[in-house]
């Protein structure tokens, strides 16, 4: 059985890499996709993961597939396309390393994964179900993840979810919130950052913010806040776990590698253990998943910036 099963987006993310000797901005080319980058991080673990999702029949694609199998992920689950083109992201770094993204998806390889392609056994085989909002915005790939996360959830799997939310992907703040809100009660662990949990929810108050999560049917609630941390709330117990002081230089992949570390340790549980979760047992899944997205904002990219676990090890201690 696998640990996890992410469907989504598989892309490259072009990278900011300094510039040439004109002075133009150079990019370098890298494995991206929220889903893809949660699994790698789950792996690097020692977690047993499948993708599922399009890429295209073309250098781009051959490329994430390769990256995927290095990563040790199931790929049977993976479509090549011929037809459609590998959906590619520039991302854009300001001086404190946030960064923000411009795509390129229209009519590409991701937003063209149908209901027909799924592979329905994968899923059947998975314990730990994931996906994010980014496969919500268009059709046929929005049908698609909300059929496999239905399926999932019938054949016992936990689902997790990541609003994930990306601007420039939508056609209005109204449609995302209207989409993401569709799905929250089909999961049962959520990891939102502070932004999308305001957008959300209507609350700034993240005690207050996961609530209303609670009331659309999630278990855990965990919701990343940048530099004062991660909140964390099962419904009965709840508090806030400080970020490390490292040297960011790009943010890149850090909310996906804190939810693949988190998924990670919670892999062996049913729903109704990791429901039961204490504040001392949260607080120390949620520590260690805060040191390892620290560690990955200290070098660019996502998946080539994840840690180890013995460089989260050393942070901790």
């Not at 892309?11 to 790698?40: H, K, Q, W, Y």
């Not at 049977?76 to 411009?102: I, K, N």
Request: aromatic share 8%.
């Amino acid at each position: 059985m696998y640990d996890i099963t992410a469907l989504g987006e598989l892309l490259i993310d072009f990278t900011p890499d300094g510039e040439n000797s004109e002075g133009m901005p150079r990019f370098a080319t890298n494995p991206g996709g929220a889903p893809a980058n949660v699994l790698a991080m789950s792996a690097r673990l020692g977690g047993q993961c499948a993708f599922l999702g399009k890429v295209g029949r073309d250098d781009f694609g051959e490329m994430l597939r390769h990256t995927l199998e290095e990563c040790d992920i199931d790929c049977q689950g993976l479509v090549m396309s011929p037809e459609y083109p590998t959906t590619l992201a520039f991302v854009h770094l300001d001086e404190t390393g946030d960064r923000s993204f411009s795509f390129y998806r229209k009519n590409c390889a991701d937003t063209m994964y149908y209901t027909s392609e799924l592979n329905q056994s994968v899923i059947r085989d998975t314990h730990i179900f994931h996906f994010g909002s980014v496969s919500l915005t268009d059709d046929p790939v929005r049908t698609t993840t909300m059929t496999a996360a239905e399926l999932a959830r019938q054949q016992g799997a936990v689902i997790s979810f990541d609003p994930n939310y990306r601007p420039f992907l939508w056609s209005s703040e109204k449609m995302a919130i209207q989409e993401i809100t569709r799905a929250l009660p089909l999961a049962d662990i959520l990891k939102v950052s502070e932004e999308e949990s305001v957008m959300l929810t209507g609350q700034d108050d993240p005690a207050k913010a996961a609530e209303w999560f609670h009331e659309q049917g999630l278990s855990l609630v965990f919701i990343t806040r940048g530099g004062d941390g991660a909140f964390f709330s099962n419904g009965t117990v709840q508090g806030n776990v400080d970020s490390f002081n490292v040297r960011t230089i790009d943010t890149t992949g850090a909310g996906d590698t804190f939810f693949g570390t988190l998924l990670t340790q919670l892999k062996d549980m049913t729903l109704e253990e990791m429901k039961a979760l204490t504040a001392e047992q949260l607080i120390t899944i949620t520590r260690y998943a805060n040191a390892a997205a620290a560690l990955t904002t200290t070098k660019p990219g996502a998946i080539p910036a994840m840690p180890q676990s013995q460089d989260i090890e050393q942070l901790l201690s």
